[in-house]
């Protein structure tokens, strides 16, 4: 099956900075590559997604780049604030069923 | 509109004692899911059911059973609990098997 790699697994920042979580997976027919944020007791929210013919997409401070070819993309999150702190997690989809990474613990210092 | 809920939100159980974790969802999706997740593991899918009436096996099913009793409503049961299933569940719902999931707050489950 597929196997996503994800790095780091904790992430310190000051607040108003810039952080980049990256992952890299194995199947090359993974076409589908969402971003969950999971806060502190609770289920994982997804916070943007890409498919396998877009290479970049952004959403407000939150954007994902995808490079096929070398297999991994990027959860680039800029200004920080403290309510990004939470785990994420990536994805990657290659036929029916999903394979997570095993999240990033990120922290934004006020 | 309450989304994917999951009940209970805890339980122990001893081993070799069985359960069932009860999902449901009120959004229409035809696909339903069930993941664990263990430290540094991130999740895991045990069982999933592309649409009402059929499921498959995830990645770790062992120990597990499912019923989609009907669209809305995905079970999952443990017949005979080992300590190794010690761990948190969650179920989750997406349109299609290509869709975004979405997941319930899930049950923290300890097996002794």
Request: charged share 20%; net charge negative.
């Amino acid at each position: 099956g597929e196997n996503v790699e994800q790095h780091p697994s904790t992430l310190s920042v000051q607040e108003g900075d810039s952080a980049v979580i990256k992952c890299t997976y194995s199947d090359s027919a993974s076409n589908y590559f969402p971003w969950y944020k999971q806060e502190l007791g609770k289920g994982p929210q997804l916070i943007i997604d890409i498919r396998s013919n877009v290479g970049e997409k952004k959403d407000q401070r939150i954007a994902v780049t995808l490079n096929k070819t070398a297999k991994h993309f990027s959860l680039h999150i800029t200004e920080t604030q403290p309510e990004d702190s939470a785990v994420y997690f990536c994805a990657a989809k290659p036929m029916y069923q999903f394979y997570f990474g095993t999240g990033t613990s990120l922290t934004v210092i006020p | 509109n309450a989304g994917v809920t999951q009940t209970p939100k805890f339980q122990v159980l001893k081993t070799g004692q069985s359960m069932t974790l009860q999902c449901a969802q009120d959004m229409n999706h035809n696909s339903m899911y069930w993941y664990r997740q263990d430290p540094g593991m991130g999740l895991r899918l045990i069982y999933y059911s592309a649409s009402e009436g059929t499921t498959d096996k995830g990645e770790v099913p062992n120990g597990y059973n499912v019923s989609r009793l009907n669209k809305r409503e995905f079970s999952l049961r443990l017949e005979s609990a080992a300590p190794s299933q010690t761990s948190v569940y969650f179920c989750a719902s997406s349109e299609g098997e290509d869709y975004e999931q979405y997941f319930g707050p899930g049950t923290r489950l300890t097996v002794t």
